[in-house]
């Protein structure tokens, strides 16, 4: 249970006794103010053993959401992924036989892993433009790329999930938020969503700033690839535009899916098992092969370091695959150890706080 009011913050949820100094390292984070919100769940050898959820008013439930930033990407991909497991989607197929107006010479392998060359959206647009799924997918479908495709890696910060989302409806034809929701979140039991319903914006908790200059720092050089990229349509650093219904009720499947740690931490107990979890089989234990493969190991340009991108995924030295979100939650499945990884924030800072965690989980294992 969560602390009643008045008293110091707590932890809420579970854990087996083996991990309680992983409980301890989050209770601490809350403890110390250097967390205000957050969720962590853990699956270790096919089975959950960690799920915590946590804040500093005790406002935080099992089933609050929260904006995950970039930790969405591999679940977009996902959905395009299924579309490929069943056939109707071809990893070399140039873009244009899916989506004809389409004028980049790209293959949906090259969309999939950063390597596309069209890391921002060309034209300016407001923040309302959010909503306009059309308008941006147009926008995107004229663009000139800002490098020969296959050639270099940038992330594709906020156009990612509208390239593999647009993908997704001309094969399908189902938005990515209703595929995502019929044929991956409900099957495989995931609480998380791209475009949420008025009833489950409800269960959102706002994110806010850990300190006043994150944005700005985020944001990066005025006119750089990065500001480009993270700053149009702007608004996607401002938590007054994150946390208003437009955004929520969006679909921006690069950066806004809303989830759950447990919602995350099962989704990559199912790719960390070849695809099939609790009997239910969405992927082919050979795709997610090929998806979790280094399909590029290189410079990136909006990163501006070494970058290892799978199908939707960075590679770790480890040999772990996940994302991390810009404002520190983050998600991946880490094969070697036998374990999948989720932590959910509200409060939009750096890293640090899962590096910890992560220290005192690979301890207990």
Not at 274 to 281: P, S, Y
Request: aromatic share 8%.
């Amino acid at each position: 249970m969560l602390p009643a009011a008045g008293e110091p913050p707590g932890v809420g949820g579970w854990q087996e006794p083996r991990f309680a100094p992983v409980r301890q390292c989050f209770q601490d984070l809350l403890a110390s103010g250097r967390e205000t919100g957050a969720a962590l769940a853990v699956w270790y050898d096919s089975r959950p053993v960690v799920d915590l959820v946590g804040s500093s008013d005790a406002g935080w439930r099992p089933d609050t959401l929260v904006n995950v930033y970039s930790v969405g990407k591999p679940v977009a991909a996902a959905c395009l992924l299924a579309l490929v497991d069943r056939g109707r989607v071809e990893l070399d197929a140039p873009v244009t036989a899916y989506w004809p107006q389409f004028r980049t010479p790209a293959t949906v392998r090259q969309v999939l892993s950063h390597t596309a060359g069209l890391p921002a959206f060309p034209v300016a647009r407001p923040a309302a433009a959010v909503a306009d799924w059309a308008l941006l997918c147009g926008d995107l479908a004229a663009a000139t790329p800002e490098w020969e495709p296959g050639s270099v890696a940038g992330e594709h910060a906020w156009t990612y999930g509208h390239l593999v989302g647009e993908l997704v409806r001309r094969v399908d034809g189902r938005p990515v938020g209703r595929f995502l929701a019929e044929e991956i979140a409900g099957p495989w039991r995931l609480d998380l969503a791209f475009g949420l319903t008025a009833t489950d914006q409800r269960r959102c908790a706002d994110v806010s700033y850990g300190d006043p200059g994150w944005p700005g720092r985020m944001l990066g050089d005025p006119g750089s690839l990065r500001a480009r990229a993270l700053g149009n349509p702007p608004g996607g650093l401002d938590v007054a535009v994150v946390n208003s219904p437009l955004w929520r009720g969006a679909e921006v499947p690069a950066v806004n899916l809303h989830a759950t740690a447990s919602g995350l931490a099962r989704f990559y107990a199912g790719l960390l098992a070849g695809g099939t979890l609790d009997g239910v089989r969405l992927f082919g234990a050979d795709l997610v092969a090929e998806a979790t493969r280094v399909q590029y190991d290189g410079p990136d340009l909006l990163l501006d370091r070494r970058t290892r991108w799978t199908l939707g995924m960075q590679w770790e030295e480890d040999g772990s695959w996940g994302m991390g979100g810009i404002g520190g939650s983050s998600a991946w499945a880490d094969p070697g150890r036998g374990y999948a990884f989720a932590y959910a924030t509200t409060r939009l800072a750096e890293h640090d706080r899962v590096d910890e965690l992560v220290e005192v989980l690979h301890a207990c294992l």
